[in-house]
């Protein structure tokens, strides 16, 4: 006899894409139950369906404003929807500033340029001046930038913040030309704004023809620039679901991003991340929590990790207090992979994290060492990704990766495999971050093992130190001033 999908909904059975699902919270998780339910299908059917995402829309990306990334944040969205007994689910919008194009003439004549994310519309026309130092400090800047356009280097600190800086200063545009060879394709301002008037039309110039323009600027010559880019206001989406069930005032908070670069379709970058929370998420309902699991889909890591950022600035310290630990997870399935933890405890990159960080390490080392029983290396806890926003918050954090830009050593060929010399992910923001392209086998590792975190965490947090409000500590300044001065940090502003 066949039964309605109505009647077992009344009945507590949930039906996902005709599958009737077995009632839900009846046995308290364990990392062994929940990593059995991960299985490399499941990855690799939603992998095919993110990258028709963006192949279907008309910007073949799933970047933030465009269709694909929006049937990206509705497919997650409707996917944990259907738990509705298991899950409060909402989105967070926030309103951005998206460069469209930009035009630049330099004394007369027309020079390459790119549109900046977050930089709005506009023209300006005026003399450029340049800024020394990279336009890190107020110090750095002329009193009265009124009526000119301001030169500015990359590298430092964000460019959101050299703008705002020349923005009050009375410029009324910016240039901004990149530390390394090539042009600033994709780039943003990477900070978001407090105020409209934080920011004026901004182009993005290489490094070539800043420096020439600076060098022309510094022998007394005149440099007179147009600059008119245009740019279109969009929102986009956070998406937070957290579990009904588990103590709501100690939360497990699990996250990637959903966006990707304009390059191409963002499969490794960040779909894989983004997939396995969202296969975690379906396969918990099976179990109960004693802590409340949250899992989030950031917005906007591309730009700037705007869209984590502006959540943690939406919260309140009490609210900051609930979460114990926030384990972030980009780039799950590298094709030239390294199984990656975060150096939370500093001792292999001397940068911790608030406490609770070194623990969460611990953890993931575990199950590489005796469940997944795999090599495993560390990473620099550097503030790249969306974690990046808790730890200065003072929030605990972790992760994994499997490696991005960066070349696999001699040393990691012997630990994984793969080819010493070449990128970890030699599709990193290009257009063959596909299905594809990925490594299936790291990948089922990395989704067990944020399985494993997310059943460990989601029954006890004893292995973490106490909770009290003078643990929530941000990370020593002193150490990230060195840090910003590195030019592994100057690489990647």
Same mark, same amino acid.
């Given at each position: 006899?066949?039964?309605?999908?109505?009647?077992?909904?009344?009945?507590?059975?949930?039906?996902?894409?005709g599958?009737?699902?077995?009632?839900?919270?009846?046995?308290?998780?364990t990392?062994e139950?929940?990593?059995k339910?991960?299985?490399v299908?499941?990855?690799e059917?939603?992998?095919?369906?993110?990258?028709?995402?963006?192949y279907?829309?008309p910007?073949?990306?799933?970047?933030?404003?465009?269709?694909?990334?929006?049937?990206?944040?509705?497919?997650i969205?409707?996917?944990?929807?259907?738990?509705?007994?298991?899950?409060?689910?909402?989105q967070?919008?926030?309103?951005l500033?998206?460069?469209v194009?930009?035009n630049?003439?330099?004394?007369?004549?027309d020079?390459?340029?790119?549109?900046v994310?977050?930089a709005?519309?506009?023209?300006?026309?005026?003399?450029?001046?340049?800024?020394?130092?990279?336009?890190?400090?107020?110090?750095?800047?002329? %009193?009265?930038? #009124? !009526? =000119?356009i301001? @030169?500015?280097?990359?590298?430092?600190?964000?460019?959101?913040?050299? &703008?705002a800086? $020349?923005?009050?200063?009375?410029?009324?545009?910016?240039?901004?030309?990149?530390?390394?060879?090539?042009?600033?394709?994709?780039?943003?301002?990477?900070?978001?704004?407090?105020s409209?008037?934080?920011?004026?039309?901004?182009?993005?110039?290489?490094q070539?023809?800043?420096?020439?323009?600076?060098?022309?600027?510094?022998?007394?010559?005149?440099?007179?620039a147009?600059?008119?880019?245009t740019?279109?206001?969009?929102?986009?989406?956070?998406?937070?679901?957290?579990t009904?069930?588990g103590?709501?005032?100690?939360?497990?908070?699990?996250?990637?991003?959903?966006?990707?670069?304009?390059?191409?379709?963002?499969?490794? %970058?960040?779909? #894989? !991340? =983004?997939?396995? @929370?969202?296969?975690?998420?379906?396969?918990?309902?099976?179990?109960s &929590?004693k802590? $409340?699991?949250?899992?989030?889909?950031?917005?906007?890591?591309?730009e700037?990790?705007?869209?984590?950022e502006?959540y943690?600035?939406?919260?309140?310290q009490?609210?900051?207090?609930?979460?114990?630990?926030?384990?972030d997870?980009?780039?799950?399935?590298?094709?030239?992979?390294?199984?990656?933890?975060?150096?939370g405890?500093?001792?292999?990159?001397?940068?911790?994290?608030?406490?609770?960080?070194?623990?969460?390490?611990?953890?993931?080392?575990?199950?590489?060492?005796s469940?997944?029983?795999v090599?495993?290396t560390?990473?620099?806890?550097?503030?790249?990704?969306?974690?990046?926003?808790?730890?200065?918050?003072?929030?605990?954090?972790? !992760?994994?990766?499997?490696?991005?830009?960066?070349?696999k050593?001699?040393?990691?060929?012997?630990?994984?495999?793969?080819?010493a010399?070449?990128?970890?992910?030699?599709n990193?923001?290009?257009?063959?971050?596909?299905?594809?392209?990925l490594?299936?086998?790291?990948?089922?590792?990395?989704?067990?093992?944020?399985?494993?975190?997310t059943?460990?965490?989601?029954?006890?947090?004893?292995?973490l130190?106490?909770?009290?409000?003078?643990?929530?500590?941000?990370?020593s300044?002193?150490?990230?001033?060195?840090?910003?001065?590195?030019?592994?940090?100057l690489?990647?502003?």
């Amino acid at each position: 006899m066949k039964v309605s999908v109505a009647t077992l909904a009344a009945v507590g059975v949930t039906v996902v894409n005709g599958v009737a699902i077995e009632p839900r919270g009846n046995k308290l998780v364990t990392s062994e139950g929940l990593r059995k339910l991960i299985k490399v299908k499941a990855l690799e059917e939603k992998a095919h369906l993110f990258e028709r995402f963006a192949y279907d829309s008309p910007d073949k990306n799933r970047v933030i404003g465009s269709e694909g990334h929006q049937a990206t944040i509705d497919y997650i969205t409707n996917t944990v929807k259907k738990f509705p007994k298991y899950y409060d689910v909402y989105q967070q919008p926030m309103p951005l500033s998206v460069g469209v194009s930009a035009n630049l003439t330099v004394n007369g004549e027309d020079v390459a340029v790119d549109a900046v994310g977050l930089a709005p519309g506009g023209s300006a026309s005026g003399p450029v001046v340049a800024i020394p130092n990279l336009g890190c400090e107020e110090a750095d800047f002329p %009193d009265d930038l #009124s !009526g =000119s356009i301001a @030169l500015i280097a990359r590298g430092t600190c964000v460019s959101g913040e050299k &703008v705002a800086f $020349a923005t009050s200063k009375g410029a009324i545009g910016v240039l901004i030309y990149n530390n390394v060879e090539g042009d600033l394709l994709g780039y943003s301002l990477q900070r978001y704004p407090e105020s409209d008037s934080d920011y004026v039309p901004t182009g993005g110039i290489t490094q070539a023809a800043g420096e020439g323009f600076a060098s022309l600027l510094a022998s007394g010559g005149n440099v007179t620039a147009q600059l008119t880019t245009t740019a279109k206001d969009i929102t986009t989406y956070n998406i937070i679901a957290q579990t009904k069930g588990g103590d709501q005032d100690n939360v497990i908070h699990v996250s990637g991003h959903s966006d990707s670069v304009a390059q191409g379709p963002g499969i490794n %970058d960040n779909g #894989s !991340g =983004s997939i396995s @929370l969202l296969e975690i998420a379906i396969q918990l309902t099976h179990f109960s &929590v004693k802590n $409340a699991v949250r899992f989030s889909w950031w917005t906007a890591e591309e730009e700037g990790l705007l869209g984590a950022e502006y959540y943690v600035k939406s919260l309140n310290q009490t609210e900051k207090e609930k979460i114990r630990l926030l384990l972030d997870f980009d780039m799950m399935a590298s094709p030239n992979y390294a199984f990656q933890i975060y150096d939370g405890d500093g001792s292999a990159f001397n940068l911790t994290g608030p406490a609770g960080s070194a623990e969460a390490e611990a953890e993931f080392a575990y199950y590489f060492d005796s469940i997944a029983k795999v090599n495993h290396t560390e990473i620099e806890f550097d503030g790249r990704s969306d974690y990046g926003p808790f730890l200065d918050a003072g929030i605990a954090a972790g !992760g994994i990766a499997c490696g991005a830009e960066g070349i696999k050593t001699q040393e990691e060929f012997e630990m994984f495999g793969g080819a010493a010399g070449v990128p970890y992910d030699v599709n990193y923001h290009e257009d063959g971050d596909t299905a594809n392209n990925l490594n299936y086998d790291a990948w089922i590792v990395m989704a067990r093992a944020i399985a494993h975190s997310t059943a460990t965490y989601a029954r006890s947090f004893d292995s973490l130190p106490p909770k009290n409000s003078t643990a929530i500590k941000a990370r020593s300044d002193a150490k990230m001033f060195e840090y910003k001065k590195s030019a592994r940090y100057l690489s990647m502003i």
